[in-house]
């Protein structure tokens, strides 16, 4: 079957830091644009983080760049999200995505979704 199983996430304190899990199943993720999307209750879902591969680079939106990365882990064909210093505005359900087109952030490109997981940044 083929699909994105997002693992991670839960409640983290201000500052802290929070890995998100996407692994894949049916389907060699190496090949596919990947994207972390987000929404926060009330708000529109928007894309903080994605790309394909080094020549391509990665699209960070400005409200994450320096404490978000995402990093793939071909062994076990995930990738991975990693969020630090958070804050409670960082609160949304995270999303991933895979798509076989160009890495753009545009949400209507990616054809496969994980299930999200809600991140909670508050003390």
């Known amino acids: 079957q083929v699909q994105l199983v997002q693992s991670g996430g839960g409640l983290v304190q201000p500052g802290g830091s929070l890995r998100l899990s996407c692994a894949a199943s049916g389907f060699d993720l190496d090949v596919y644009t990947i994207g972390w999307f987000r929404q926060a209750p009330g708000r529109e879902r928007e894309g903080i983080i994605c790309f394909r591969n080094s020549a391509d680079g990665t699209y960070h939106a400005e409200s994450v760049k320096g404490r978000f990365a995402s990093v793939r882990d071909s062994a076990k064909n995930t990738v991975n999200l990693q969020m630090n210093n958070l804050k409670p505005e960082n609160s949304a359900v995270y999303f991933c995505?895979?798509?076989?087109?160009?890495?753009?952030?545009?949400?209507?490109?990616?054809?496969?979704w994980g299930q999200g997981t809600q991140v909670t940044v508050s003390s």
């Open positions: 995505a895979a798509t076989t087109r160009q890495p753009v952030c545009n949400m209507e490109i990616y054809d496969l």
